[in-house]
């Protein structure tokens, strides 16, 4: 069985991209309690930005990394401020079709200006090469993922866990009210973590481009994923996002391997077996 | 209110549809058919939504289950009777809305509109790799099957004779819908939105009130899909797909989910403006997205809201007299 540890690479590699998701994801719900169906439309309007960038700038996936997000945290800003914060008052229901609907405009906003068709993104240079690992090449784009998303997880950690401002969030999270009253502007920081949100959701659509392909459905795609990450790791757990990442990255992987026919019920699977055993989640708090 | 004169009006509303096809021309009436299919679509998912305050996105599950049984059962068992057909592809929502009821309805608000849409990707998922059984990307084809009454036979071949056991049947079991919020089982599961805690002191078993009105929503919409293979005469992946929850939480919402009528005027605006700017143009699902945010922005309530208060502005007064039970006469007829 030579070709388990290239599948356990492969399933890092998603499990990678799966995080930087469903970490922005499980973010905003922790914080705003608002669980956002636009988020895989921020991660594809990620990659389509990041494909018309290429397309000028041939080879400077950097440009679109850095480029990306920020346009991503303009847009995800808007959102907050002017659309969800007007619909806030009329509850949850009234946030969720708001984002449902969004998502539902952007995705024909895209299939409107970039086609509904695949498209490729090329990454030329080192990233796009292949090296040598465990006796066999392997593409070194699927590593650079991996280490991107540890990366983004360390940031993200220590912010949340080592800063002040993590101390706030945090403090947001717990008591919203309170925080308010104690003199931290919630509002604004609200802003600002949609906008995080969205930009992390851009950031991981800009490197999802070249290694899945870019087309209109890949939305909905890995929303169900990071919905599955979110339930199985527990509602506003980054730790937990974590896991379910790697096990469901993982899960994938292997289950193309071993089970191809089966491979998608997989993940349900641990999914309602998770519901079952642990219904708040694996790292999730009891309701 | 104004429930005295409801039956009379839907009295109205089935003899005017019997003398409908005499004046339509085919086109529309193939329309017409498609209109009330769909309505009662919309208006089991107004029961989860409206009514009980449950946001699924994972309606299509049941209406493209509906619709695949039946497609299946009159392939493969031959000289299966119309009803039989139907009555297969229910029953299997009865249970699979059972079965899923019980797991889903273990979480409430945005966790349980997550886990619906995570199912509904389930099915879809099914449905797209079992191709031997679904047909995939091609989808299923059939011919309806003639419809036995106790000494005739009535050939289902025609559009008109289908649009009459549709008009009966769907509009049956709408109104049946519209007598079952006046129940008191229908009463219970408005009173559990509005004081979930009260309920339970008062000695109500929330949960299985909410998994009862799951099941008997998912068996409508079940109905609705199988009724939506023999319109047809063809079912594909894309009834069961998200989309087809997209299609039914617009029309639900366009039309308006405070009146029990909301999500049938829905259901027609939807049919209409799809037919007509599908004419105009390809973006029409943009434009749909676009007023469906509009509405969510500026008119919750919907179109039935602009049209009861547009008529309450012109005929008279409010229609209740400050004697409101909290809540429970938000949605009527």
């Known amino acids: ?287 | 209110m104004k429930q005295k004169h409801t039956p009379f009006i839907i009295i109205a509303l089935f003899a005017a549809g019997a003398f409908v096809p005499a004046v339509l021309q085919k086109y529309y009436l193939n329309m017409l058919t498609e209109i009330i299919i769909f309505s009662l679509y919309a208006i089991s998912y107004n029961l989860l939504l409206g009514y009980a305050g449950l946001l699924s996105f994972g309606h299509a599950m049941f209406f493209g289950l509906g619709a695949f049984i039946t497609a299946v059962a009159i392939i493969h068992i031959p000289g299966l009777a119309l009803w039989n057909a139907i009555l297969i592809g229910v029953a299997s929502t009865v249970i699979s809305g059972f079965v899923f009821g019980s797991l889903l309805l273990r979480h409430k608000g945005a966790y349980f509109a997550l886990l619906t849409l995570a199912f509904n990707a389930l099915f879809y998922a099914v449905a797209t790799k079992w191709h031997s059984v679904t047909g995939g990307d091609d989808g299923l084809s059939i011919t309806r099957p003639d419809l036995n009454l106790w000494f005739t036979s009535i050939s289902m071949g025609s559009l008109t004779h289908f649009y009459y056991l549709t008009l009966i049947v769907v509009g049956a079991s709408i109104t049946f819908c519209w007598y079952f919020t006046h129940t008191a089982m229908g009463r219970t599961v408005l009173l559990v939105r509005e004081n979930e805690e009260r309920m339970k002191f008062l000695g109500y078993n929330t949960n299985i009130s909410r998994l009862i009105l799951f099941t008997f929503t998912g068996a409508l919409a079940g109905l609705a899909g199988s009724f939506y293979t023999l319109h047809f005469q063809f079912v594909s992946i894309s009834a069961i797909s998200i989309d087809m929850t997209t299609t039914v939480l617009l029309m639900t919402f366009v039309g308006g989910t405070k009146k029990f009528w909301g999500p049938i005027l829905g259901a027609f605006v939807y049919i209409l403006l799809q037919n007509y700017l599908s004419d105009i143009t390809d973006r029409w699902p943009l434009f749909m997205g676009l007023i469906f945010v509009f509405m969510v922005l500026f008119i919750p309530g919907g179109l039935s809201e602009v049209i009861t208060n547009t008529r309450q502005r012109f005929f008279g007064k409010k229609e209740n007299n400050g004697s409101k039970v909290a809540g429970a006469e938000e949605i009527t007829s």
């Open chain 1, 1 to 287: 069985m030579n070709e388990i540890p290239i599948f356990f690479l492969h399933g890092l590699a998603y499990a990678g991209l799966l995080f930087l998701v469903s970490a922005g994801l499980t973010l905003v719900f922790g914080m705003m309690n608002v669980l956002n169906f636009a988020h895989a439309a921020m991660y594809m309007l990620g990659a389509y930005f990041s494909y018309s960038i290429m397309l000028r700038f041939t080879g400077q996936l950097w440009l679109s990394l850095l480029v990306c997000p920020i346009i991503l945290f303009v847009i995800g800003s808007l959102i907050e401020r002017f659309l969800l914060r007007r619909v806030h008052a009329y509850g949850h229901v009234q946030e969720l079709l708001l984002t449902f609907g969004l998502a539902y405009i952007i995705t024909e906003l895209v299939k409107w200006y970039w086609g509904n068709y695949p498209l490729a993104v090329n990454i030329g240079g080192f990233l796009g090469s292949t090296i040598q690992i465990f006796g066999m090449t392997y593409p070194v784009y699927r590593m650079f993922i991996f280490v991107c998303a540890v990366f983004v997880g360390a940031v993200m950690a220590f912010i949340l866990y080592k800063t002040r401002l993590g101390i706030i969030l945090r403090a947001s999270v717990n008591d919203r009210e309170m925080t308010n009253i104690l003199g931290v502007n919630v509002p604004f920081v609200f802003i600002g973590v949609f906008g995080f949100g969205a930009a992390l959701s851009g950031f991981a659509g800009v490197i999802a481009g070249p290694l899945l392909s870019t087309f209109p459905g890949m939305a909905q795609e890995i929303l169900i994923d990071a919905f599955v990450v979110i339930v199985v790791g527990g509602f506003g757990s980054l730790g937990g996002a974590v896991v379910a990442s790697f096990l469901i990255g993982e899960l994938q992987s292997f289950g193309v391997l071993l089970f191809p026919n089966l491979s998608i019920a997989l993940v349900y699977l641990l999914m309602a077996v998770v519901l079952i055993t642990k219904p708040s989640g694996l790292f999730g708090e009891e309701q």
